[in-house]
């Protein structure tokens, strides 16, 4: 049975896509297939951490959405990234959202049909067989976030130990629980390597009655990686990829 896991910040600049970039790619080493679906289109950017430059992309999430192509065809398979590390079942697929300055200003003025996204994602855990299927949102709410958020088994929610995150999140954990999301994971990120990440975890628990399933440092690695590759893949004994191997475990639990 197919899982599909949304992952969401209220606010950017969370680490949402370095987190769904990671954990996904995490799960499929385990041997699983996993796609990842780019929808931040306003602002795309998890095709970065798997080598993609703006010229690499000659498919995208766009080219679904204005007809040119079918939903299976704008997904890149990149298990290479996995780097040997994967069994033999492992497979990884990324729908990146177009970074061409014409395509982003032509969604802003247009729009899209956010019902054919949905089928999309029904689709491609179709055609490709999908274990797993991780949507990378936009942060804060909206039409397309609603809707990734309704039809997820998974509800992965990120925030920083932060007063702005704090009541973002709130709001955002409010409208999970109205519609009825089956499962709902917290993950604190960027946390200062001062503070008691058990206190830390334990007071976000019960400010939103759900479970914290990784509180990941700040990283001084992270920042000098710069997204230059998925950082539980260049860094497999690091502290923060053993919090990463946590969370992947408790989405595949």
Do not use: C
């Not at 996993?34 to 010229?55: A, C, K």
């Amino acid at each position: 049975m197919s899982k599909i896991v949304s992952i969401h910040s209220y606010r950017g600049g969370t680490g949402k896509s370095n987190t769904t970039a990671n954990v996904a790619t995490t799960v499929a080493r385990y041997g699983y297939r996993v796609g990842i679906v780019d929808t931040d289109i306003q602002s795309p950017g998890i095709h970065v951490l798997f080598g993609f430059g703006e010229d690499d992309i000659d498919r995208s999430l766009n080219d679904y959405l204005w007809g040119r192509r079918s939903i299976g065809e704008v997904a890149h398979d990149v298990t290479h990234i996995l780097e040997g590390t994967g069994n033999s079942r492992s497979k990884l697929y990324l729908v990146p959202s177009s970074v061409k300055a014409g395509e982003i200003a032509r969604v802003l003025r247009e729009g899209y049909d956010v019902g054919l996204l949905n089928e999309g994602f029904q689709e491609l855990v179709d055609v490709l067989k999908l274990d797993y299927l991780f949507i990378d949102t936009h942060p804060g709410l909206n039409e397309e976030t609603l809707l990734s958020i309704t039809i997820s088994d998974i509800l992965v929610l990120i925030l920083r130990p932060d007063q702005q995150d704090y009541q973002g999140t709130a709001v955002t954990v409010d409208v999970a629980r109205k519609l009825e999301v089956p499962k709902l994971l917290m993950v604190i990120n960027k946390a200062p390597t001062v503070f008691d990440f058990g206190q830390l975890k334990q007071k976000v628990e019960e400010i939103y009655g759900a479970a914290v399933v990784g509180v990941l440092p700040h990283s001084d690695e992270m920042m000098v990686l710069a997204s230059n590759g998925v950082f539980a893949v260049k860094f497999p004994h690091h502290p923060l990829t053993q919090v990463i191997e946590a969370i992947a475990s408790q989405i595949m639990n």
